[in-house]
C-alpha cells in the first residue's frame, strides 16, 4: 500500500482510517492489533512492547503512534472497517483481563469488537463496560438484545463481576437481569482456582499437546499434556521476576518435557529476550482467547471442552520443590 504524505496531516491512523481500516481500540495503542510491516519507519516504544527483537528487524510496526514525513510503502494488516450486515443470532463476548477489555459482537463469526482499559475495578463499574459497550453494537447493527453474552476473564475480575464466587468445574448459564445485562443469558466459562482464569482457558482451548503457554503479564506457566499443570510466580520485584521466570520455563522443560514454549501477552518480546539469553527457545504468538470465546458462544462442544480443561487443571506451587530452588538459585 503507498501512503502519500501529501494533503494529510501526517497521523498515519487518520490515513489508514480514511481508506477504511478500522482500528479495534480506537487508535489508543492499547491492544496491539494495528499491524503493518514497515521496515522504514523507525521503532517506537510501543512496538517494542508488542514486538520480539526478531519482528522489528523485519519491519514489524504499529500504526497508531506513527507519523509520516514522506511517502511510503507499507503492508498493512489492519481489517477493513466492518459494515452493517444482518445479524440473526446477535451475542456478545466480553474477555476482561487486566490489560483491559475486550468486547466482541458476534454472529455465525466475530462481527466487530472493541478493545478498552480498564474501568474502575467494581462490580458495577466491570457491568457498567460491558453492557455499555453491548449496546453501541445493538444500535450500530439495530439489534434489539443478544441471546448470550460471554464473560470470562482474569480469576479476581470475575469474582468482582459476578459480586460471588465464580463457577470452578463447570461453566454455568445465568438470566441476564441477575447482572442487569442487555441479554436473555450471561454464560460464565469456569474459572478453575484463584490463579488460573477462563482466559487461560480459552487460550488453552487449541493449545498444542505438551506444549507450555506462558501468560507473561499475568506470570503464568501453563503446560497442557494429559493435565493441566500451572504454576504462578510473582510479578511485582523485577529482579525476583526475572529469575522466576527462567527456573520456571526450565523446571517445566527438564520435568515435564515442554517441547514447544510459547509467549502471550503484554511483556512477550521482552520475555523472549530474556528466555534467550539464558538458551531457552521460546516463541511469542497472538491471543487466541477471543477467537476461542467465539467458538464457545458458537458452538457446545467447546463449552463442554472448556469445562473438561477446568477438571484437568492443577496449580503447584514450584517454590515447595528442591529442583525449581536449585534453578532459581543458578
Not at 501512503?3 to 498515519?12: C, D, M, Q, S
Not at 476482561?96 to 472493541?114: C, K, N, P, T, Y
Not at 476461542?292 to 506451587?317: G, H, M, P, Q, S
Request: some cysteine; charged content about 25%.
Amino acid at each position: 500500500m503507498k501512503i502519500r504524505r501529501e494533503n494529510t496531516n501526517g497521523n498515519l491512523k487518520d490515513i489508514l482510517t480514511a481508506k477504511g481500516r478500522y482500528f479495534p481500540c480506537g487508535g489508543k495503542g492499547i491492544c496491539g492489533k494495528c499491524r503493518i510491516l514497515a521496515p522504514d519507519l523507525p521503532p517506537t516504544n510501543l512496538d517494542r512492547r508488542f514486538f520480539s527483537d526478531s519482528d522489528i528487524q523485519r519491519g514489524m510496526r504499529l500504526a497508531c503512534d506513527k507519523t509520516i514525513e514522506y511517502d511510503i510503502e507499507i503492508e498493512c494488516y489492519l481489517p477493513l472497517a466492518p459494515r452493517a450486515a444482518r445479524i440473526d443470532y446477535p451475542q456478545i463476548a466480553a474477555i476482561l483481563q487486566g490489560s483491559g477489555i475486550e468486547v466482541m459482537l458476534v454472529g455465525e463469526d466475530e462481527v466487530e469488537s472493541v478493545v478498552l482499559p480498564l474501568p474502575e475495578q467494581s462490580v458495577l463499574g466491570l457491568r457498567a463496560v460491558v453492557g455499555k459497550y453491548s449496546v453501541e453494537f445493538f444500535e450500530k447493527y439495530k439489534l434489539a438484545k443478544a441471546e448470550t453474552i460471554l464473560v470470562a476473564g482474569e480469576p479476581p475480575l470475575i469474582s468482582l463481576f459476578m459480586d460471588a464466587p465464580p463457577p470452578k468445574n463447570r461453566g454455568e448459564v445465568f438470566a441476564a437481569s441477575r447482572f442487569d445485562m442487555p441479554s436473555e443469558t450471561v454464560y460464565i466459562p469456569p474459572v478453575p482456582n484463584n490463579r488460573v482464569g477462563s482466559d487461560a482457558l480459552l487460550e488453552l482451548l487449541d493449545a498444542e499437546e505438551n506444549s507450555l503457554t506462558v501468560l507473561c503479564g499475568q506470570g503464568l506457566f501453563l503446560y497442557k499434556a494429559e493435565s493441566i499443570i500451572a504454576a504462578s510466580i510473582g510479578t511485582e520485584d523485577d529482579g525476583f521476576r526475572d529469575r522466576a521466570l527462567v527456573a520456571t520455563a526450565k523446571y517445566f522443560v527438564s520435568h515435564f518435557g515442554a517441547e514447544k514454549i510459547f509467549l502471550q501477552g503484554e511483556g512477550a518480546p521482552e520475555v523472549e529476550s530474556l528466555f534467550n539469553s539464558h538458551g531457552i527457545a521460546a516463541k511469542p504468538v497472538l491471543s487466541s482467547a477471543t477467537s476461542a470465546a467465539v467458538l464457545a458462544l458458537t458452538d457446545n462442544r467447546y463449552k463442554t471442552r472448556l469445562d473438561k480443561l477446568a477438571r484437568k487443571t492443577e496449580l503447584i506451587d514450584l517454590s515447595l520443590t528442591d529442583e525449581w530452588q536449585e534453578l532459581f538459585s543458578e
